[in-house]
DNA sequence: CAATAGTAAATCTACTTTCCTATTACGAGG
DNA sequence: CCTCGTAATAGGAAAGTAGATTTACTATTG
């Protein structure tokens, strides 16, 4: 119930700051249709135009023409205003990728420089893998500072401790981290786990583009799930929301499966696929020879596997009820869409639920993409807020 | 990213709002208290509360004295200005409550009448028997108007719709009721979920009241859960979130309990105390009956009872990872602290993770404390937003 | 020549600062 | 024990300021 309360001061600052979240949001206006959206007055819009473009956050891109009259000038951000590094942190122990993958965009989300990083350049000190990937990327966007640094990471992050826990990367859990390269590196750092973050990217690029909220369903070596509920994903009091594979099958049984991990986890569908005649180094590549093949074996692998997915799907659909689940991580990706329609039916065969499932639609590194649209919406709130110097927030109890 | 833009009445009228705001967090508060958590100068604070006097929202309730200089006037919100509602509405087919149960109560919070119906006054016609319920209290009270109606139903509520589901007492799953029941009788509407609402006045009252988040686990004839995410509750797409009574328990196996109801739902539960050689017409009353015992027999059914309910437990805390789980509903309630501490260590026990656990606080009907503690909080939200007429809320793409 | 972009001047709203008066508690002096 | 002066505070009035709007004007383009 807290409002704020203010002076002429704050109504200036509100302008601004809303004059600049609708430059984000739409990309280029002129002031004609600002002074639309806004509902401010002419020479009001002119003024607060003035001042951000002044103080180097909006900038002239170009002209109208076609129409009778002068030819009004189109404002955009200027993407030089700030410059985020996206950084994924990868667990080696279990795939082929590179440990290291970072993108440099601009605050226009333009993707200035990016490159993978096939060994740590300083060898287990964060810091220094860190301050090198940045110089590296920033000589080859000709960029000379980062102004946000975003981390993805296979594990979970405490804002509160600024530790990120359950990580298998050597120096990245030590407590504090996140702070000590904020002040290292002079930047503001924000770090998340992968799967929240493919749920980012999926949001804005992805299946989920268009649906006010959304779950994602991770299925690769490990079992996740990120629940977005629309303005911001659900992370739990201690960063462990999500942690689907812990999810218990009902009293302790011998020869059943204990949890959803042992149910649907990597080892227990390749152990599935074994089973039925697969052979593969992972169960990502299983998945992908039976989605390929016509054979009953590949048929009645992946009807199985489905089954087993769809009792984490309802789990899910039970609790969250979200208007859409979208299937992600390895497993989904090489299943595709017929192991998408194997889980549906599964799915509305075993319960009444009919929460509408999705498959992936991103090729690309999605942690990767995430890190980058979560970093660029940080960038952006903190500096739309920054414009809101805000005089005594009149708290609530 | 969209802010709101505008000139000075919009400042005007959000300090207004503020003023508003304060006055029912904190109750009763003088000029100078205002000026300090507003911020705002004492002429500006002397004409907000003018105007607010004059609307009828504010009232002067006293002065104070003992300090030098005059005595300051101390203001509170005006009760009269607002009368709420709450019914809670029964499935009687299981329990020997009421159908109908209903509180009127003013702006202020103060109860001003309740009853409970014993039968049916329109018999099922809900407009005519909330229109009874409303003259009844009214008449009581002394009032001649109510300005907002909160329900308390045992369904789920759709607000995209207007229709109650899954809910079994004639006549008020019928579609659009409730905008039917705001038009006939002109006041707003809302309805919620019966554990919902629990969780609502556990957090207002209970043993949520400290708590930034938590998620209420309702063990009664029905499973349920309510994940309350600090600011609102979780619905989902369907207002079906929280249905945790669907949850599955792996892959169809024979002689296996199908999903979490049977496993620990009313009618599973009182098979267990059957089991273990307690007689009664509930769950409820075997729980009692053996909580109150110290025999072997009592303290092998609780055991295996927090056996079932730490399952339960361990689907919320893995995929929602809430500060504070709350045990709620009849079963919980009849377990009481005995119950709880063997849930715990059963919970402990059988996973890793470490969610706090806690009983209800609450001794009265938690479902209509919690409709009058939603409706009251509807109606003063409405109240100070009205004070904001918001001109174009600069909205984004 | 008509329509539109942008600026300039005058006006309005609402807030702040400063100053003033009235009211109360308290203590010193009769 | 009463009275009166003093300090402190509540509340209001007057003057001044920031920022927005309206209206009028100029310049530009098809």
């Known amino acids: 119930m807290a409002r704020l309360a203010g002076s002429s001061k704050l109504l200036r600052a509100m302008n601004e700051s809303a004059t600049m979240a609708l430059l984000i949001d739409r990309g280029t206006l002129t002031r004609g249709e600002l002074r639309e959206l806004t509902g401010l007055s002419k020479p009001t819009t002119s003024d607060v135009l003035r001042t951000l473009t002044e103080a180097g956050l909006a900038v002239v891109v170009g002209h109208t023409s076609g129409g009778p009259g002068p030819n009004a000038e ?29 993108a440099l965009c601009d605050l226009g989300g333009a993707v200035l420089a990016r490159a993978a990083y096939p060994s740590d350049p300083a060898d287990g000190d964060p810091v220094g893998t860190v301050r090198a990937i940045a110089a590296d990327l920033c000589a080859r966007a000709g960029r000379d500072r980062v102004t946000h640094l975003q981390l993805g990471v296979p594990g979970s992050y405490d804002p509160g401790t600024g530790a ?59 079992l996740g799930c990120a629940i977005d509920l629309g303005t911001s994903l659900l992370r739990g009091a201690t960063g462990g929301a999500g942690e689907i594979g812990y999810v218990p099958l009902g009293l302790a049984a011998p020869g059943q499966p204990r949890d959803l991990q042992s149910l649907a986890g990597g080892p227990a569908v390749a152990a599935l696929g074994a089973a039925h005649g697969f052979t593969g180094a992972t169960a990502e590549e299983m998945v992908a020879a039976a989605a390929r093949a016509d054979s009953p074996a590949a048929t009645a692998f992946l009807g199985a596997l489905a089954d087993r997915i769809a009792v984490v799907l309802a789990v899910v659909a039970a609790l969250v009820d979200p208007p859409l689940v979208v299937l992600a991580g390895e497993v989904a990706q090489a299943g595709g869409v017929r192991l998408r329609d194997l889980v549906t039916e599964a799915f509305h065969r075993n319960t009444p639920l009919r929460t509408p499932v999705e498959v992936t639609a991103l090729t690309d590194d999605a942690v990767l993409l995430g890190a980058m649209d979560s970093g660029l919406r940080s960038v952006r709130e903190s500096l739309v807020d920054s414009l809101n110097a805000r005089p005594i927030p009149a708290r609530s109890a």
Do not use: C, M, Q
Request: aromatic share 6%.
């Open 74 to 102: 189109v404002y955009a951000v200027n993407p030089a205003a700030a410059t985020v590094l996206a950084i994924s942190v990868r667990d080696v122990s279990e795939t082929l990728h590179a440990p290291f993958e970072a």
């Open 164 to 222: 990120i826990r359950h990580i298998d990367v050597t120096g990245w859990g030590r407590p504090g981290l996140v702070t000590e390269l904020a002040a290292a590196l002079d930047l503001t750092v924000d770090a998340d786990n992968d799967v929240n973050l493919a749920a980012i990217a999926e949001r804005h690029r992805g299946a989920a583009a268009g649906s006010g909220s959304f779950a994602l369903l991770w299925l690769g070596a490990g």
